[in-house]
Nanobody, 115 residues
Framework: QVQLVESGGGLVQAGGSLRLSCAASRSIFRFNAVGWYRQAPGKQREAVATMTNDGTTTYADPVKGRFTISRDDAKNTVYLQMNSLKPEDTGVYYC?????????WGQGTQVTVSS
């Protein structure tokens, strides 16, 4: 089993920054991919940023240039650096790991961006 625990969420004013962390219970080096998803009330969960094992990254259009996904294999941790935050970034952010064909999810961390 893969356990993922997110942290770093909170309340921030528009234009501010937050760094989310996702600690994995096992080495993430051999994960097929890791990523961050978010979900706002009344909306479906959407992918924000992903990274494959070889380091290839993808970003949702609304966050390109503002968010950066990274990983520290030694710490078994995935990060999401969020800069220039906007109110529309508000939501619960979930860490995801793809191992073979199985998706593992963290419990989520709340990010609230005020105007």
């Amino acid at each position: 089993q893969v356990q993922l625990v997110e942290s770093g969420g909170g309340l921030v004013q528009a234009g501010g920054s937050l760094r989310l962390s996702c600690a994995a219970s096992r080495s993430i080096f051999r994960f097929n991919a890791v990523g961050w998803y978010r979900q706002a009330p009344g909306k479906q969960r959407e992918a924000v940023a992903t990274m494959t094992n070889d380091g290839t990254t993808t970003y949702a259009d609304p966050v390109k240039g503002r968010f950066t996904i990274s990983r520290d294999d030694a710490k078994n941790t995935v990060y999401l650096q969020m800069n220039s935050l906007k109110p529309e970034d508000t939501g619960v952010y979930y860490c995801n790991a793809l191992v073979f064909s199985i998706h593992f999810w963290g419990q989520g961390t709340q990010v609230t961006v005020s105007s």
